[in-house]
């Protein structure tokens, strides 16, 4: 069975930091390309970053050089660390893994005051 959660989430002041961390299980993580989408209230589920098993990565234009996603192969663990955010980044964050068949977590709620 495949288990994504999510932790990190919390309340921060514009142009403050949050580490966002997704732990798997029940996939071969190595192999798995690793995605963090986001949701804000009334708008559609966008990507926001994927790291491929070679750790090529790619961003959504709007967090380019503040965010940066990484992985840790040996704790099947993905992280998204998120700098100088902005009130427009408020939403709930999920973790997403996946071709064909995909699978999410339950999302971690981040909130940026201004």
């Known amino acids: 069975q495949v288990q994504l959660v999510e932790s990190g989430g919390g309340l921060v002041q514009a142009g403050g930091s949050l580490r966002l961390s997704c732990a798997a299980s029940g996939i071969i993580f190595s192999i798995n390309t690793m995605r963090w989408y986001r949701q804000a209230p009334g708008k559609q589920r966008e990507l926001v970053a994927a790291i491929t098993s070679l750790s090529d990565t790619n961003y959504a234009d709007s967090v380019k050089g503040r965010f940066t996603i990484s992985r840790d192969n040996a704790k099947n663990t993905v992280y998204l660390q998120m700098n100088s955010l902005k009130p427009e980044d408020t939403a709930v964050y999920y973790c997403?893994?996946?071709?064909?068949?995909?699978?999410w977590g339950k999302g971690t709620l981040v909130t940026v005051s201004s």
């Open positions: 997403n893994t996946g071709n064909g068949i995909t699978y």
